[in-house]
Every structure is written in structure tokens, then in C-alpha cells.
């Protein structure tokens, strides 16, 4: 009997080591991955939107990790080229990505980040017309599990970047000060949360701003990012001193 018990707590330790080792594992990958993060979000705030021509983006993105878009059709599928081409970059927490059964995902995700493990990812695009940067996409998100009194279970959490070469949604002809807007979209679906910011490709447009990005709350262990203020500073202030000059 007391063979039998001594290869029970033998088993239960050797499934805690694996256990263990594979949560270290994934943790060290999604430090990595953020650092690689921070590092691409350090250089887009020093990226030259306003001029940026079809080299500049290749080697930009290639530099990151990422690759030009391929997208078939039902005809023929396109070609990237200096007239027409759509580069994406991903970095994210290696579960950021869902796998082929849905059921399965959903049904462990909140066990996940109960352990630690939110999934983040950024996700980053840059369309080239004619050979210029016509504009670009960021996202950059978690999913954090959150005990509200209405709602228990997973929130959605992302920060939106748009630049255009030369407008925005919110551009007037007669007010150059519409060139940069922060706003709070109300989009229907699952529990989001969302912060958008538009900005037009100039040499003064304030990428030191939009690009304020702070990715330490995608890995710490007990607790996700707190709010979008705590994502990205800059961005939330903008928008909350705008709503008070109204």
C-alpha cells in the first residue's frame, strides 16, 4: 500500500513539473514576444510616415518579422508591387491565436487567464499605393478576464492607430486641427473595449503620442492591463482633455 501511494504523489509530482515547465515556457515566450513588441513600437514613433515610399515600408516590416499580403481572389491572386502592396506585422503572446477548434478555445481561455496567460497581440498594417505609404493599421490588444457586477467572464481590450496619407473620418476642409483625434467607438459584439486613435501622415503629426504605448501590463502574472489609460497614456489624456474643452 504504501508502494502504491509513494508512485501516486511520484506521478502527481512529475505531472506539477510539466505542469510548471510548461507554464515557464509560455510565460518566457510572451516576455519575448513583448520585448520584440516594444522594440517595433519604439521605432514606429520615429517611422517616416509623411515620406515613407515602398523600400522604406519592405525593409521596415521585414525588419520586424512581417511579410507582404498576398490576397487570392477567385480570378487571380495579386501581386505585391510598388504600385499596390499590403505589409503585416504580428507579435503576440504565443496563445494570442486561436486554435482550429472553437469550442475547445472557449472553453479554456478562461481557465487561462485565471493562471496568468492573457493572450496579446499587435497587429499592424501598411498599404503602399503608387509607391507611398497611403496609410496603416495598428492594433494592439488583450484579452483579460474581468468580475463585474453585470458580467463575468472575458473582456476585449485594444487600442486602434489609423494613419492616412492625407485625411481622417473627423478631417474638415476649414480645421487643420482635426489632423489628430482620439475617440471611444461603441462597437456591438462580445465585451470590448476600445480606444481609437486617427492621425494624418505629416512631419509634424505627434507619433510620440499615438505610438505612447505601454506593454508591461500584457505580462505581468496576477493582473492584466488595469484600463486603456494604463495601455496607452498619452492617447487616453488626449482624448479626456478634449472632452473637458468642449
Known amino acids: 500500500m504504501r508502494g502504491f501511494r509513494g508512485s501516486k504523489k511520484a506521478v502527481a509530482l512529475i ?50 518579422g512581417g511579410i507582404p499580403i498576398q490576397d487570392s481572389s ?86 486602434w492607430i489609423h494613419t492616412d496619407r492625407s ?4 478631417s474638415r476642409p476649414d480645421d487643420r486641427g482635426d489632423r489628430y483625434t482620439v475617440t471611444r467607438p461603441h462597437v456591438t459584439g462580445p465585451p470590448i473595449e476600445i480606444l481609437e486613435s486617427w492621425v494624418v501622415q505629416t512631419p509634424a503629426a505627434p507619433m510620440n503620442r499615438v505610438f505612447d504605448i505601454d506593454l508591461h501590463c500584457f505580462t505581468t502574472i496576477f493582473h492584466g492591463c488595469s484600463d486603456l489609460g494604463a495601455l496607452a497614456p498619452s492617447a487616453w489624456q488626449d482624448r479626456e482633455a478634449a472632452l473637458k474643452s468642449r
Open 167 to 170: 485625411t481622417t473620418p473627423y
Open 15 to 64: 505531472l506539477l513539473s510539466i505542469l510548471a515547465l510548461c507554464w515557464v515556457t509560455v510565460y518566457s515566450s510572451s516576455l519575448y514576444q513583448r520585448r520584440k513588441g516594444e522594440r517595433f513600437i519604439a521605432d514606429l514613433k520615429t517611422f517616416p510616415f509623411s515620406t515613407a515610399d515602398f523600400a522604406q515600408v519592405r525593409d521596415f516590416v521585414l525588419q520586424h
Open 74 to 159: 477567385l480570378t487571380a491572386p495579386s501581386v505585391c508591387s510598388v504600385r499596390d502592396c499590403v505589409f503585416r506585422i504580428q507579435i503576440g503572446h504565443p496563445l494570442s491565436r486561436p486554435p482550429a477548434i472553437r469550442r475547445l478555445y472557449r472553453f479554456f481561455y478562461p481557465i487561462l487567464t485565471s493562471i496568468g496567460f492573457r493572450p496579446w497581440l499587435i497587429d499592424s498594417q501598411f498599404e503602399v499605393q503608387n509607391g507611398v505609404l497611403m496609410r496603416s493599421a495598428t492594433t494592439v490588444g488583450q484579452v483579460k478576464r474581468v468580475d463585474w457586477r453585470a458580467y463575468d467572464g472575458l473582456l476585449i481590450m485594444e487600442y
